[in-house]
């Protein structure tokens, strides 16, 4: 004889094996039913190693301490040297000490005399035969003396130089491009350089004349040298730029992804 508890129990289990029952007859739904998709057939195949976006990139780099530090040391080492190297040329080359008045560089340029004024008669200083040689010249141009006259145009396309080689680090670098860290800061270094130069004394500083008297064989000449191979006078900051440009364009050479690889930690 059965209580009411056990009779309710056994409804309650016969109800349920109903239900199921019912339930496999009925269609399912078409949302409902999901085929299995392997990964071989999956028509929306994913990267495995997608590489970040340039936003990433970039914010990577200015977090990066190794970043900031290989890029700012080389570039203060970089303009230190240039700067004490033409302050140390101009007063012990030629045979007194020689202060560029920026005055006198204007008055001068707006006569269209010749700096060379302001510059006492000195013999150059040999460091090596026809290798190098040290000899004191104030320049109105660009590098080795090009496109004298401009010198606001050279400051203003100087500054454009500079925002956009802070561009470069900052937005298509990755922490671990060290190498093009420095060879950046070695090209903002000249040019930072050679703008404190035109801004102080309306003129560039330069003293380093390599390859001097070395000429061209067989009596050849060019139209930007003459006979002379190097008749150029130069200075530290002009030598990191073209330094810096070497290095740079060589790492681009050899790492043709540069930038799309994954950034490293911050911290690195």
Not at 60 to 72: I, N, P, Q, Y
Not at 152 to 167: N, P, Q, R, S
Request: glycine content about 10%; overall charge positive; hydrophobic content about 45%.
């Amino acid at each position: 004889m059965r209580t009411h508890g056990q009779a309710d129990r056994q409804g309650a289990s016969e109800r349920a094996a109903l239900g199921a029952i019912l339930d496999r007859g009925r269609p399912r739904s078409r949302a409902s039913v999901r085929p299995a998709v392997s990964p071989a057939n999956d028509p929306k195949p994913v990267s495995r190693t997608p590489g970040p976006p340039a936003d990433a990139r970039g914010s990577a780099t200015l977090r990066s301490r190794r970043a900031w530090v290989v890029f700012a040391g080389v570039f203060i080492v970089a303009l230190f040297a240039d700067l004490a190297t033409k302050s140390w040329a101009f007063h012990s080359i030629a045979p007194v000490p020689v202060s560029v008045d920026r005055r006198e560089v204007i008055e001068l340029t707006r006569a269209g005399r010749s700096l060379g004024e302001l510059i006492p008669p000195h013999r150059p200083v040999e460091v090596a035969p026809s290798v190098l040689e040290l000899t004191l010249v104030l320049n109105r141009g660009a590098v080795f003396g090009l496109g004298a006259g401009g010198r606001w145009f050279f400051v203003a396309f100087t500054l454009v130089a500079i925002a956009f080689g802070l561009y470069v680090f900052a937005r298509w670098t990755s922490p671990r491009d060290w190498w093009a860290h420095g060879a950046l800061a070695m090209i903002l270094s000249g040019g930072v350089g050679n703008l404190y130069d035109r801004v102080v004394f309306a003129c560039v500083r330069d003293f380093l004349h390599p390859l001097p008297g070395v000429q061209w064989p067989f009596g050849v000449s060019t139209p930007w040298s003459g006979r002379d191979v190097w008749p150029y006078v130069s200075n530290v900051a002009d030598a990191f730029l073209l330094v810096g440009i070497v290095v740079l364009l060589v790492f681009l050479m050899r790492e043709p992804g540069v930038g799309e690889r994954e950034p490293a930690s911050p911290s690195a």
